[in-house]
């Protein structure tokens, strides 16, 4: 009986393997991120199994798979990053093109430029905005998971799907013809109703408004597909349990239903939070000189450095503009996924 294995005790030995002497320990971070890519056992770590994981014929064939995305994203997406925040660090003109180290001069600028400082509260604008905008996908993804009927909830997710398959840029022009002042739609019936027109897109304190304005039913399509597959992947006890405490509905959201979402939720936070921060397409389509002061952000100031219509471009303030903003949305999202918990 003395020989016997506490299989609690001991789970490496209980299993047949051996731990490995001087091995990080079974549970640390870098470890379990290694024997998980390499799709390893960790106790096993160390015994050829990852010289044969690289060169089996499997492999092989995955990487050969995977090599034209993988050549892509490093083209395309890492190396013009580098290049970026290698090149924020000089400046350079069009009369001479060599560039010219000048260290942290360029961040400087930035953070002393009054109008990188009058960007920043639209930014904060729109950054909360959007947050709050999130909770319509949400309402949305409920709903739809609460049809019972697999049928009818399948044709109102295709209902939902369809307008992906034309540009968001289509539904902003289309926007702009709608609030128009002369020709717009909207001030066509204000003035038939005994109304003003309203200077939707040429007043900088409602341009903003109008911006929002533009999203909605403010439902994005691919938040809500993400938010119905995470609650079609949780078990029917948890329902069932909640029927037989009398839960209601309103009860259920807060208490189950967006608990139980947090793990989306973060995934979803993450890019609203980069895209609010380094904003600018939408702010470029109704861009006018009358309301800058009203629509300018960090994005859209980097993008008229780097792109001004003097011809005069400013690159170096524009790459340094561009890592703040890195900066900022990957600090502000790190800490959003540290203070936001998820449920089990």
């Not at 002369?182 to 019936?189: P, R």
């Not at 005994?194 to 897109?201: A, P, W």
């Not at 037989?244 to 309103?250: A, H, S």
């Not at 002061?293 to 471009?313: D, H, V």
Request: net charge positive; hydrophobic share 50%; proline share 6%.
């Amino acid at each position: 009986m003395s020989q016997l294995l506490d299989h609690n005790a001991v789970p490496e030995v209980a299993e047949g393997r051996r731990a490995i002497p001087g091995a990080p320990e079974r549970g640390g971070f870098w470890r379990r991120a290694y024997c998980y890519v390499m799709d390893i056992d960790p106790g096993e770590r160390g015994r050829g199994q990852t010289r044969r994981r690289l060169t089996s014929r499997m492999t092989r064939t995955a990487f050969l798979f995977i090599l034209p995305a993988l050549a892509s994203n490093i083209i395309f997406d890492w190396v013009p990053m580098i290049d970026g925040v290698v090149r924020s660090f000089f400046t350079w003109t069009t009369r001479n093109p060599d560039p010219v180290y000048v260290g942290l001069e360029n961040f400087r600028r930035v953070l002393t430029d009054p109008e990188f400082h009058a960007s920043i509260s639209n930014m904060v604008f729109f950054l909360v905005a959007y947050l709050l905008l999130m909770f319509p996908s949400i309402l949305c993804s409920v709903v739809l998971f609460r049809i019972r009927g697999s049928t009818l909830q399948y044709i109102y997710r295709v209902l939902l799907c369809l307008p992906m398959v034309i540009p968001s840029l289509v539904f902003t022009l289309m926007w702009i013809f709608i609030l128009g002042y002369d020709f717009g739609a909207i001030n066509n019936v204000l003035v038939d109703l005994g109304f003003d027109r309203v200077q939707f897109l040429g007043d900088p304190d409602t341009i903003k408004w109008t911006i929002l304005l533009t999203g909605m039913p403010f439902i994005q399509a691919a938040a809500v597909l993400i938010y119905l597959g995470g609650l079609n992947g949780i078990g029917d006890s948890v329902w069932d349990a909640a029927k037989l405490d009398g839960v209601g509905p309103v009860r259920q959201f807060v208490s189950l239903e967006f608990p139980l979402l947090i793990g989306q939720f973060k995934l979803n936070l993450m890019g609203v939070i980069g895209a609010a921060i380094t904003t600018y397409a939408v702010q470029l389509v109704f861009y006018n000189p009358s309301v800058h002061s009203g629509i300018i952000t960090p994005g859209l100031l980097m993008y008229f450095k780097a792109f001004p219509n003097t011809g005069a471009p400013d690159y170096g303030y524009a790459y340094a503009l561009g890592l703040i903003l890195f900066i900022v949305a990957l600090v502000i999202s790190l800490l959003a996924l540290k203070f936001i918990k998820s449920r089990d």
